[in-house]
């Protein structure tokens, strides 16, 4: 079966960068968009973007370009964000998600469990 | 970027009473519309996507409908898993944006 399993939380100081970690299975890695989603405490859903990890085409919401990367490791089926000069508006919860099409509409089919970053110094 | 509006944003209800929530896009999405449940622990699960398409796995009870701008998801007999947030998701347009989401709770 499908699963995405995201790496564990994190506590970072203010400045740092933090990588975060989705380890796909059940699925073939490359045929599938991961995306990425942001929630902060007690807030809604944010979507950070996206990444192809057959090509490695990505796209990004405005708001977090310069902010997270996005990367894959398609030996290990693994995708990756990475996000830099950190303060504490991004403390939060952060889910991968695979990113699966139906004609011309596309949803989050399998999500992570999350990965908890704290910015605190 | 399009705004989803959810309502109501809390939810009171009792077990097997039927309940709808609603979602206001700011412009029309063309059905480009999904429900998630996000439970306590954090486990975010897709229920609907474009606007009505039941998840696999996904019980009957729960179904979705609307066009243009206004959807809604419906549950027509709540069982005690239910109680829950629930969050809609616009991807008509870029970026994907979600409402702000509507909680369920035990009346």
């Known amino acids: 079966q499908v699963k995405l399993l995201q790496s564990g939380a994190a506590l970072v100081k203010p400045g740092a960068s933090v990588k975060m970690s989705c380890k796909a299975s059940?699925?073939?890695?490359?045929?599938?968009?991961v995306s990425w989603v942001k929630q902060s405490h007690g807030k809604s859903l944010e979507w950070i973007g996206e990444?192809?990890?057959?090509?490695?085409?990505?796209n990004f919401n405005e708001k977090f370009k310069g902010k997270a990367t996005l990367t894959v490791d398609k030996s290990t089926s693994t995708a990756y964000m990475e996000l830099s000069r950190l303060t504490s508006e991004d403390s939060a919860i952060y889910y991968c998600?695979?990113?699966?099409?139906?004609?011309?509409?596309?949803?989050?089919?399998?999500w992570g469990q999350g990965t908890l970053v704290t910015v605190s110094s | 970027d399009i705004q989803m509006t959810q309502s109501p944003s809390s939810l009171p209800a009792s077990l097997g009473e039927r309940v709808t929530i609603s979602c206001r896009a700011s412009?029309?999405?063309?059905?480009?519309l999904n429900w998630y449940q996000q439970k306590p622990d954090g486990t975010i699960k897709p229920l609907i996507y474009y606007t009505s398409n039941l998840q696999s796995g996904v019980p009957s009870r729960f179904s979705g409908s609307g066009s243009g701008t206004d959807y809604s998801l419906t549950i027509s007999s709540l069982e005690p898993e239910d109680f829950a947030m629930y969050y809609c998701q616009q991807d008509a347009s870029f970026p994907d944006t979600f409402g702000a989401g509507t909680k369920l709770e035990l009346k």
């Open positions: 412009q029309g999405i063309s059905n480009n």
């Open positions: 990444i192809y990890p057959n090509s490695g085409a990505t």
């Open positions: 059940g699925y073939t890695f490359t045929d599938y968009w």
């Open positions: 998600t695979r990113r699966d099409f139906y004609y011309y509409s596309s949803h989050g089919a399998y």
